[in-house]
């Protein structure tokens, strides 16, 4: 003879996933975002050629710095951060995991022995039950429980919960981008100073061979001393502007360093005399294509996916809980016949729970929940609001670096040329030592200057690419 009443438990799972089709709370639709045709700042952009609409590898490899692929590539392996992001996705796809097992039945096994005695009455005889002394009681239970997914409460928080992943596989990519857009950046920063200190060092050996020229003329009475002074004046503080700019390369060397997830002692980049740098032609799309290509918009999307499921998940409040339970064994005062027939037990039943009055309390969670959502798709309009003002940004700052770098390159050039003639109009005694330092200074700040304005052409590049979105696709994660 069977433990259970398979027939009545079937018939209960029938009706029960029969009336399972109903889900209470909104469906969610992608609310409109506000987003143009066209970028405003787009007019006139050069597009990369082939006119692929999308980088189709890293979106650091259109550099073509060996050395920055191998760098920005140990960010996804050792970035702290990233690591921390990648944990609280593994974190976010178990509860989904976890959630979609709530739709399946509970299935329990209990072994358990017990021994008691009933305690004298007050005259000191013993009670019935306990003539025989102390007794054993042996069982083995099995039992099941599911809960009916009437209006929809759990399949809302599967719902809920694997938006909820889907947003935090957005996040890691959006803290794996940002963290590789930040090594990037100071990378061309460091590469930069590079470059400047090397200026400086070749205006100071420059610097040291003219003081060396005015020092036998002013010993020999044909310059003054203040045309040695201001020598001396022009070398130090070149030295001095050098030496501001190694620290500074020394602190993006530790960023990068941290980036990487490495101590700063333990990492070091050399100058490198040979490096040539490459700004390329990104290609932009349209600015509805940020709504997928931005980690930081789509993680705002799925957290309002989420927060429109969690309206279901409230509303389910107001309607009772049906769970579907049943349950059989032995029990035996004795261990050996534990498991035979006149020993079992079973039972079978459904359990309807529901709330009938709380005070408002189901309402004010609902209200709630909207609230929140509402919020959330302020925040998904807003974020990207904040995406397409970066890229107009920095298409802006780009193409408006363009004609500037042209016009400083002259500048730099025309400085050195005067510079030069200056330097034969003193040599020739028509001019004091002073319009030379001038001119040099002159001379020097331009070429320094045009070198940072490069560093902000890559760094602005860099920031145009991470703003796009860089290499990243958004992905099905979760389901």
């Not at 990648?86 to 974190?91: E, I, L, N, S, V």
């Not at 938006?163 to 981008?177: E, F, G, H």
């Not at 904040?386 to 802006?396: N, R, S």
């Not at 050195?416 to 020097?444: F, K, M």
Request: glycine share 6%.
């Amino acid at each position: 003879m069977n433990v259970f009443k398979p027939s009545r438990l079937c018939l209960a799972l029938a009706v029960a996933a029969a009336m399972s089709g109903c889900m209470v709370g909104p469906d969610y639709q992608r609310p409109s975002a506000p987003v143009s045709v066209a970028f405003k700042e787009a007019a006139g952009w050069k597009a990369a050629s082939p006119q692929d609409e999308l980088p189709k590898g890293p979106w650091w490899a259109l550099y073509q710095d060996p050395q920055l692929s191998a760098l920005v590539a140990q960010v996804q392996l050792n970035n702290q951060n990233v690591a921390q992001y990648a944990a609280q996705y593994r974190q976010a796809l178990a509860l989904v995991r976890g959630s979609r097992a709530e739709l399946l039945p509970t299935v329990s096994a209990t072994g358990a022995t017990t021994r008691s005695e009933t305690g004298t009455g007050s005259s000191g005889s013993s009670s019935a039950g306990s003539a025989g002394g102390p007794s054993n009681e042996h069982s083995a239970t099995l039992s099941l429980s599911w809960e009916a997914d009437i209006w929809g409460k759990l399949r809302r928080t599967v719902e809920e919960d694997r938006a909820s992943a889907q947003a935090s596989a957005a996040d890691l990519a959006n803290a794996t981008l940002s963290a590789q857009s930040s090594l990037a950046q100071d990378y061309f920063q460091l590469r930069i100073l590079d470059r400047r200190i090397a200026l400086y060092e070749d205006t100071i050996k420059g610097y040291e061979r003219y003081l060396q020229i005015i020092q036998n003329k002013y010993d020999e009475n044909i310059v003054s001393r203040a045309d040695l002074s201001t020598g001396k004046t022009q070398l130090h503080s070149a030295r001095a502007s050098m030496l501001d700019l190694q620290w500074q390369r020394a602190q993006y060397e530790h960023a990068i360093a941290l980036l990487m997830g490495k101590a700063p002692a333990d990492f070091s980049l050399a100058a490198d005399a040979k490096w040539a740098y490459h700004v390329p032609q990104v290609p932009l799309g349209v600015p509805s294509r940020l709504l997928e290509r931005r980690p930081d918009i789509a993680a705002a999307e799925r957290e309002m996916a989420a927060s429109n499921a969690a309206v279901g998940v409230a509303t389910a409040a107001y309607y009772p809980d049906l769970t579907l339970s049943a349950s059989g064994g032995y029990q035996s005062s004795t261990m050996s016949n534990l498991f035979s027939l006149p020993n079992r037990f079973w039972s079978i039943g459904p359990s309807l729970t529901g709330t009938l009055l709380d005070f408002g309390k189901t309402k004010a969670t609902v209200e709630q929940a909207r609230a929140a959502y509402d919020a959330s798709v302020a925040s998904y309009r807003q974020t990207v609001l904040t995406g397409l003002g970066e890229v107009e940004d920095y298409l802006v700052e780009l193409r408006t670096l363009e004609p500037e770098l042209v016009a400083r390159r002259t500048s730099a050039e025309a400085a050195e040329d005067s510079a030069s003639v200056s330097r034969d109009q003193y040599e020739a005694g028509v001019i004091d030592y002073l319009d030379v330092a001038t001119t040099q200074a002159t001379s020097l700040s331009e070429r320094q200057t045009l070198l940072s304005l490069v560093g902000t052409q890559l760094v602005t590049s860099v920031q145009l690419q991470a703003a796009l979105g860089g290499s990243w696709e958004g992905a099905n994660a979760g389901q």
